[in-house]
């Protein structure tokens, strides 16, 4: 297998998630031996590597930064990259943030899928282990075992203390496709995070177009029309649990798929195509990136 890169730049424009910043992003061809290299072209062109090295922080989403160059929200490109074999590409941006687009990778995803990729005639260096890591989180019960394996694979179970949203594993094996079945699956939250993480200046860019958002529990007229007010949006009246979402779920499961989205793209960050087999148990953006700084630190 030769290492491959995109056939056409691609360009996309939204807000981030977290920031609210509105942002310019343009994925571009790079040579053999790249990887994939974020560029702040409103900083002068500085390079930020998708490195687990660069891993500036991981509250609700993944931000790379070397120096005073940050670039947040990287997850969902790297996923799209990475489920789709790309193994170099520079990824242009003019503000702080990656768009939030619909919450998914879709859009990348189909983009790039519609052209095919460039065979670069170099072979690939797969990220092969010699030894299993894991990694866990031992308040949160949370890990992620990461073995050698000749068939690379991903096993992925959330488990919320929900009645909405419980337990639900998904797998993902080489071949399957992820842009069917894993790159249009969105972000979420649930109704009860909302506040708090707006206190902590997050989620500026988030509405219900660009995330599945859960009701937990029933919700008052009231309470729902303040939340409608502060996010200077419209909030739909929802009174029962349920997920609120955009035309509906596009999967029963579809949480849990984005969480494997958000895996391939944090996992990513160990610096090439995974030639591994990975297991996470209610892991997160903290947990996923300290398994690819840990593998990054085996190679
Ligand atoms: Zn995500």
């Known amino acids: 297998m030769n290492q491959q890169t995109l056939k056409n730049t691609y360009s996309f424009e939204g807000r981030g998630l977290h920031t609210g910043k509105p942002v310019r992003a343009k994925l571009c ?21 998708a490195l687990a090295s660069n891993v500036r922080s991981t509250r609700r989403s993944t931000q790379l930064a070397v120096g005073r160059a940050k670039v947040g929200t990287v997850e969902h490109v790297l996923s799209a990259l990475t489920g789709l074999g790309v193994d170099n590409a520079i990824v242009e941006l003019d503000n702080v943030e990656m768009p939030i687009l619909d919450g998914s990778a879709r859009l990348y995803a189909e983009a790039i899928a519609a052209d095919g990729l460039l065979d670069q005639g170099v072979p690939r260096k797969w990220i092969e282990l010699k030894k299993e890591i894991i990694v866990r989180n031992e308040k949160k019960g949370a890990w ?44 979420f939250c649930f109704l009860h995070e909302i506040m708090p993480q707006l206190m902590l200046g997050l989620i500026k860019g988030g509405d219900v177009n ?21 996010l200077k949006k419209d909030v739909p009246e929802v009174l029962k649990p349920g997920f609120l979402a955009e035309g509906g779920l596009r999967f029963a499961d579809e949480c849990a798929r984005h969480k494997l989205l958000d895996l391939i793209g944090d996992i990513r960050l160990c610096g090439g195509m995974p030639g591994f087999r990975i297991e996470a148990y209610k892991a997160g953006h903290t947990l996923n990136t300290a398994a690819a700084r840990e593998i990054l630190k085996n190679l």
Do not use: H
Request: hydrophobic share 40%; aromatic share 4%.
């Open 210 to 230: 660009n995330a599945i958002v859960i009701v937990d529990k029933p919700v008052s007229r009231c309470r729902m029309r303040r939340m409608a007010r502060i």
């Open 144 to 187: 992620i075992k990461v073995t050698p394996a000749g068939e690379p694979g991903i096993e992925l179970t959330i488990d919320f203390p929900s009645p909405v949203l419980g337990k639900q594993t998904v797998n993902m094996a080489m071949g399957d496709s992820y842009v069917k079945s894993i790159a249009p699956c969105r972000t």
């Open 29 to 49: 061809p790079a040579p053999a031996d790249t990887g994939v290299v974020f560029v702040r072209t409103d900083l002068g062109g500085a390079r930020v590597p």
